[in-house]
């Protein structure tokens, strides 16, 4: 099998970094696995390390510092024949460090090689979570202060099935390779080197050094017998072969004619309670019921009985590329901690923007058209403010129709709730 290493953009290094004879050993693996490049997909962040995407003529995926393993996985899931190899660095380990462990317990057939120069190499040799507290780096002292991270022993903590530990001057290091892209699962491949540009500036390092280093440390080398157990997705499509077809998506039909033309914003202002982003959803299916684009974004406190509770709601005949709303048409005032979260919003309302106000919320000053709601009167209980206020905006031909918001209510409800919201908005309030 030819080299898959790209003629166009070969691998640049400094003189005597460990990245390029890591690069060198890759290509070999592929070679002897005789793997051709549309089988592989190379995954990279920043660094030095990130570099190995450009090397090869494979597929490839650039990403940002620390999340290779994150894209690496959707790529694994969505395109499983796929060999899928991620290079990151010691740094962009210790950035992404929760993604490792997702991967380690997820044991998902990924090959992992981590291209360990205990340093950021391409900013400035600062120190990264395996630099030894006693290097001299970039970063000042701070390397005093922590520990320098056992990247197999995590690994192996945290379920990894394939974890091994070497030099990047290993003269099998091809074999190495293939030895891990070849297993069933998780692999992980700490691989030690020198960075000449950096490190070994203040430091001093060498291959035998490394090697004599390694001697010292338990050994790791292949399967994690504990920790080896069926890859993750061929177990994950053994569990979804006997559940069935998953449900077809809701397909709403567009039978009616919406009131007005164009796009149309609305804001709903209420509490937690209010249920506000129930309302906002049913706007939004009626919406579908005219065949309009429609989008919602909510605004609430972590906490469930108290605070505020917004929903921003943009029913439109074209495609919504913007969610933003600076000028709703209708604004629905229903409690005072909604309505304070957005006292800006009524400076921008303009004569043509209704406001729906009900009992008791005070709104500030603005040039929009005000209808106050006597609900309270009419009986209808606080947490239905908000649908009762779709009634009057179907009633008054705002956005939707009475059609459009029944048949929006037929959609999101069935049985005895379905019947109290239906007689709820027939009510004319």
């Given at each position: 099998m030819d080299s898959l290493l790209n003629n166009s953009r070969p691998p640049v290094f400094c003189p005597g970094c460990s990245h390029e004879r890591i690069t060198h050993s890759l290509d070999k693996a592929f070679q002897n696995m005789g793997l051709a490049g549309h089988e592989i997909a190379m995954v990279s962040d920043i660094g030095c390390s990130g570099l190995f995407d450009t090397f090869?003529?494979?597929?490839?995926?650039?990403?940002?510092?620390?999340?290779?393993?994150?894209?690496?996985t959707g790529l694994k899931l969505g395109r499983p024949e796929l060999n899928v190899v991620v290079t990151m660095g010691d740094g962009g380990q210790g950035i992404g460090g929760a993604h490792l462990l997702a991967a380690c317990r997820r044991n998902l057939n990924l090959t992992l090689l981590v291209l360990n120069n205990f340093n950021f190499g391409m900013t400035g040799g600062q120190f990264s979570a395996t630099t030894p507290p006693d290097a001299q780096v970039g970063s000042g002292f701070l390397n005093l202060l922590e520990r320098p991270l056992d990247i197999c022993q995590t690994a192996r903590a945290a379920g990894a099935a394939y974890v091994t530990r070497c030099s990047g001057y290993r003269k099998d290091l091809d074999a190495e390779i293939q030895r891990a892209m070849e297993f069933d699962g998780f692999a992980v491949l700490d691989i030690w080197g020198v960075c000449p540009g950096r490190y070994t500036k203040r430091n001093r390092l060498t291959?035998?050094?490394?090697?004599a280093s390694l001697a010292e440390l338990p050994a790791m080398e292949g399967p994690v017998a504990e920790n080896v157990r069926k890859e993750y997705g061929r177990h994950y499509r053994e569990l979804i072969a006997d559940r069935g077809p998953a449900a077809e998506l809701l397909k709403i039909e567009a039978v009616y004619d919406a009131p007005?033309?164009?796009?149309?914003?609305?804001?709903?202002?209420?509490?937690?309670?209010?249920r506000i982003i129930t309302a906002g959803e049913i706007l939004c299916l009626a919406g579908l019921t005219a065949g309009l684009n429609t989008t919602q974004k909510n605004e609430y406190n972590i906490t469930v009985l108290r605070g505020l509770s917004i929903s921003e709601l943009i029913l439109s005949p074209e495609e919504i590329d913007y969610t933003g709303i600076q000028r709703p048409k209708v604004v629905i005032a229903l409690a005072r901690e909604g309505v304070d979260r957005r006292k800006n919003l009524f400076k921008q309302l303009d004569s043509d923007a209704l406001v729906l106000q009900a009992d008791g919320v005070e709104v500030p000053d603005c040039s929009a058209r005000i209808l106050p709601m006597d609900l309270k009167s009419r009986g209808v209980k606080k947490p239905?403010?908000?649908?009762?206020?779709?009634?009057?905006?179907?009633?008054?031909?705002?956005?939707?129709?009475?059609?459009?918001?029944?048949?929006?209510?037929?959609?999101?409800?069935?049985g005895k709730t379905l019947d109290t919201a239906l007689e709820l908005i027939q009510n004319r309030l």
């Open positions: 090869f003529n494979t597929h490839a995926l650039h990403g940002l510092h620390g999340r290779a393993l994150t894209y690496a291959p035998k050094m490394i090697e007005q033309s164009g796009r149309r914003e609305v804001v709903l202002l209420g509490s937690a309670g209010q239905d403010w908000a649908l009762a206020s779709l009634g009057i905006m179907a009633e008054l031909g705002e956005m939707i129709s009475p059609e459009m918001l029944a048949a929006a209510l037929k959609i999101r409800f069935k």
